[in-house]
C-alpha cells in the first residue's frame, strides 16, 4: 500500500518569495509521482509527473519538483510565485500496476499575498 | 470543446433519497474515475473504468453504484443518501496511467 504524507497543511508566502511545497510517500515498488493544484471551486489540474530518469522535473507555470529516493521525497517549488498560485496542491502516488489509481496527500494550501 | 463535464454542478437533497451524477469526457481516454472530496478537501479515489470495465473499486458503502454506458461516460448513483455524503464528487479521465483531467465537480449537500 502506498502512502502519501505533505507535513505543511497551509504555507503563506509573499508574491515574487521561492516556494517548496513538501511530499513524501512510502511505497516499495515502482511508482508515479505527482503534483495537482486545485483552485478554489474547480476542479484539479495536473502540474507534473516523474516515473524515471531525470530527478528534476519541470512542470507548467514555472512549477519543478525534486525526486529524491535516499529521502522518499518529491518536493515541488517554484523560484517567484504570482498571486495566482493561491490554491491547494496536491501530491499523489500512483503505483506501476496499470489501473491508473491516484492515492492522494492531504494537500497544502498555499497562500500569497500581494 | 474537449474536457471533462460533470452535472449538476449542486444537489441538495433529504436524508434517503437517491441520487444520480453525471460525467462525460470528449478527450478520447479509456480510462474514468470517480473521487470523493470532503469538506476537508481530502480527495479518496472511489471507483475506476477502463473501456467499460470496472478496475479499481475501493471501500465504499454498497448504496454508490458507478454506471458506464461507453468509456467517455462514466456515472454515479447513490441509492440512499446519509449525511456523511455530503462533499464533491470529482470525476476524471486519463489513458491509464498518464495524467489525470478533472471536471469542475459536483457538490452534495445532504439535509
Known amino acids: 500500500t502506498q502512502t502519501v504524507s505533505q507535513s505543511d497543511a497551509h504555507v503563506t508566502v509573499f508574491e515574487g518569495d521561492s516556494v517548496e511545497l513538501r511530499c513524501n510517500y512510502s511505497?516499495?515498488?515502482?511508482?508515479?509521482l505527482s503534483w495537482y493544484i486545485q483552485h478554489h471551486g474547480h476542479g484539479l489540474q495536473f502540474l507534473l509527473k516523474y516515473y524515471s530518469g531525470n530527478p528534476v522535473v519541470q512542470g507548467v507555470n514555472g512549477f519543478e519538483a525534486e525526486f529524491s529516493k535516499s529521502d522518499s521525497s518529491f518536493h515541488l517549488r517554484k523560484a517567484s510565485v504570482h498571486w495566482s498560485d493561491s490554491a491547494v496542491y496536491f501530491c499523489a502516488v500512483s503505483a506501476n500496476t496499470n489501473t491508473g489509481k491516484l492515492t492522494f496527500g492531504d494537500g497544502t494550501v498555499l497562500t500569497v499575498k500581494p | 470543446e474537449t474536457a471533462v463535464f460533470q452535472t449538476p454542478n449542486y444537489h441538495v437533497t433529504q436524508v434517503g433519497n437517491e441520487v444520480s451524477f453525471n460525467c462525460k469526457q470528449t478527450?478520447?481516454?479509456?480510462?474514468m474515475y470517480w473521487y470523493k472530496q470532503d469538506s476537508k478537501k481530502l480527495l479518496k479515489i472511489m471507483f475506476s473504468?477502463?473501456?467499460?470495465?470496472?478496475?479499481v473499486n475501493e471501500t465504499v458503502p454498497r448504496r454508490f453504484s458507478p454506471q458506464s454506458s461507453d468509456k467517455a461516460h462514466l456515472n454515479l448513483r447513490i441509492k440512499s443518501v446519509e449525511p456523511e455524503d455530503s462533499a464533491v464528487y470529482l470525476c476524471?479521465?486519463?489513458?491509464?496511467?498518464?495524467?489525470?483531467?478533472f471536471g469542475p465537480g459536483t457538490r452534495l449537500t445532504v439535509l
Open positions: 478527450l478520447g481516454h479509456d480510462t
Open positions: 511505497y516499495g515498488g515502482s511508482i508515479y
Open positions: 473504468y477502463n473501456n467499460k470495465q470496472l478496475i
Open positions: 476524471a479521465s486519463s489513458h491509464r496511467d498518464a495524467e489525470q483531467f
